[in-house]
């Protein structure tokens, strides 16, 4: 139930942390701590220190080594992991400019759903994050750091992107027949060298100097992940650059361009120019493309939203269901807004769309879900509803008979052109924000 997910994405994030710990009495360090917490980075009104520098990179180190890649050498790793918290305090900065808070107790929910999802307590958590080197007050600031990022792009960058029906329209057309290209889906890898209009001929000159001597290095066998780890400029940079399986269609016409090249090359590594700059692209290996199975004939679909809460170690049952039944009362006996309840009090990712599901399609939510939202009216509001992912308050705001092969097939287009302007948007979005703060470096504090 890919909506109702509610910290998938943290939770496999987090998983690789856990696992490694139950097979490592005690990970490396990474560097040995510094003896003064002098301040290496001023971002705005803010500052990064030595210390925190050190602990992020241990981390990064730890999550490098399970993915097989290759450490960069130490001064690289700390200079890329240093533009990663730069940005970080922009992100952070421009999230508290805008309104947008994560409090403690929306940070301790998340946690109690990454332990769940692990099959384990906060306890043991702790202890497992302790084996690993990493203080548990680091972890829950890279969790609240994860959502306030997440809420400020959802805010800034996701709601901005329009796909009109004539793109669609065309998307379509385009894919009209029997295209091989799109049955093949390629495990691709990224560095990226950003340029921007504000540069001169010779840092453009450097940028593209810089590339040219990544890619012969790829070429030559160098490790990818590595390479990605020291140079690259995306926000995967330190997960060795991994744009993970994508079809042709999905990305970027020069990026695809490149796929294709480097399919062919011996290296399986190319390069492409586009306006954001230099991509260098290692094709990781193929597959067989999914083939999307489309019902046939008209099936109805439901537009609704929800409000979630889940059962934790920490908050049981008994307290989950009694806060979902207080919220529906407001609901149903105040009339208060669902939204903003949504927004208040829901753990799903759909908050801050006011707990807003979109059309659904049968099969599109787990069964308990669905079964209590085909029994409401439009703007009928249900009781809590337990599900495996804990307990909803459901909305039915329209129903609507669709042919199931055309709307799928837009939505499926409309996805897929959103998936392709959004990975653009964001490394925009996030320069952006990276050339709009104040930065001083201390580079004597750095090394």
Do not use: C
């Amino acid at each position: 139930m890919n909506k109702l997910k509610v910290m998938a994405l943290l939770a496999a994030f987090f998983s690789a942390s856990l696992s490694y710990a139950q097979t490592a009495a005690k990970a490396p360090t990474a560097a040995e701590p510094a003896t003064l917490n002098a301040v290496v980075a001023v971002v705005n009104n803010d500052v990064i220190t030595t210390n925190e520098l050190t602990e992020r990179v241990h981390s990064v180190a730890l999550n490098l080594r399970r993915q097989n890649i290759q450490l960069p050498p130490m001064p690289q790793l700390r200079a890329q992991v240093l533009e990663q918290l730069i940005l970080e305090r922009a992100v952070a900065q421009r999230a508290h400019e805008t309104g947008i808070r994560v409090d403690d107790n929306l940070v301790n929910v998340t946690i109690e759903q990454i332990a769940a999802q692990n099959k384990i307590s906060v306890t043991e958590l702790r202890r497992r994050l302790s084996l690993d080197g990493v203080p548990f007050n680091q972890f829950r600031e890279e969790i609240r750091s994860q959502i306030m990022t997440q809420r400020l792009r959802e805010r800034e960058v996701d709601a901005q992107i329009n796909i009109p029906e004539s793109e669609i329209d065309a998307f379509l057309a385009d894919q009209a027949g029997f295209n091989v290209n799109d049955t093949v889906e390629y495990n691709v890898s990224q560095i990226l060298i950003p340029t921007t209009e504000s540069m001169s001929t010779g840092e453009v000159n450097q940028a593209r100097e810089l590339a040219e001597d990544i890619l012969s290095r790829a070429e030559k066998g160098e490790d990818f992940g590595q390479l990605a780890a020291s140079y690259s400029r995306m926000s995967n940079a330190l997960e060795g650059g991994a744009i993970g399986w994508r079809t042709l269609s999905q990305l970027p016409s020069t990026l695809a361009s490149a796929v294709l090249d480097a399919q062919r090359a011996e290296s399986h590594v190319a390069m492409s120019v586009s306006s954001d700059g230099f991509s260098i692209v290692k094709v990781n290996g193929t597959r067989d493309g999914v083939q999307t199975k489309l019902a046939g004939g008209p099936v109805t679909q439901t537009h609704a939203r929800h409000i979630l809460m889940a059962v934790t170690p920490v908050t049981d049952e008994a307290t989950v269901l009694s806060r979902m039944n207080d919220i529906y009362n407001r609901l149903v006996n105040n009339h208060e807004d669902f939204a903003t309840l949504a927004r208040l009090h829901s753990v799903d990712g759909s908050a801050t769309r006011g707990g807003d599901l979109g059309w659904l399609q049968p099969g599109d939510t787990v069964p308990a879900f669905e079964d209590a939202m085909n029994k409401l009216q439009p703007g009928e509001i249900s009781k809590p509803v337990k599900s495996e992912y804990g307990y909803h308050i459901i909305q039915v705001l329209d129903r609507r008979q669709e042919s199931a092969n055309a709307e799928r097939m837009r939505h499926i287009a409309r996805q897929t052109l959103r998936q392709r302007k959004l990975a653009e948007a964001v490394a925009t979005w996030q320069r952006e924000l990276r050339d709009k703060a104040y930065v001083e470096i201390r580079r004597d504090e750095l090394y």
